[in-house]
């Protein structure tokens, strides 16, 4: 029915840069607010950045200044950008997205598979 895929994770030096898509296909009739978690290994998964239907985006203190949230609706599309990037950095990112999937009726949380960004020193 509804599928979210992510691409983009990744193996990558301290200091460099990775670009995460999450991109949502099938039965769509529109999209609320879109956003990436991460979990690293022990700890819970938290929210990292958010975006709202209307653009407005939020961040996770530890990511303020260094990644960016963007979505092109055209494309059913969110992406991270992700600069300076530090170990502590390292975890699984998913993606999840707000869909309606028929009507404004019928809402639901869906998440990605999840993507592997590990960040060496």
């Known amino acids: 029915q509804v599928q979210l895929v992510e691409s983009g994770g990744g193996l990558v030096q301290a200091g460099g840069s990775l670009r995460l898509s999450c991109a949502a296909s099938g039965s769509i009739f529109s999209i609320n607010a879109m956003g990436w978690y991460r979990q690293a290994p022990g700890k819970q998964r938290e929210l990292v950045a958010s975006i709202t239907s209307g653009g407005s985006t939020n961040y996770a203190d530890s990511v303020k200044g260094r990644f960016t949230i963007s979505r092109d609706n055209a494309k059913n599309t969110v992406y991270l950008q992700m600069n300076s990037l530090k170990p502590e950095d390292t975890a699984v990112y998913y993606c999840?997205?707000?869909?309606?999937?028929?009507?404004?009726?019928?809402?639901?949380?869906?998440w990605g598979q999840g993507t592997q960004v590990t960040v060496s020193s």
């Open positions: 999840n997205a707000i869909i309606y999937s028929g009507s404004y009726y019928e809402a639901a949380r869906y």
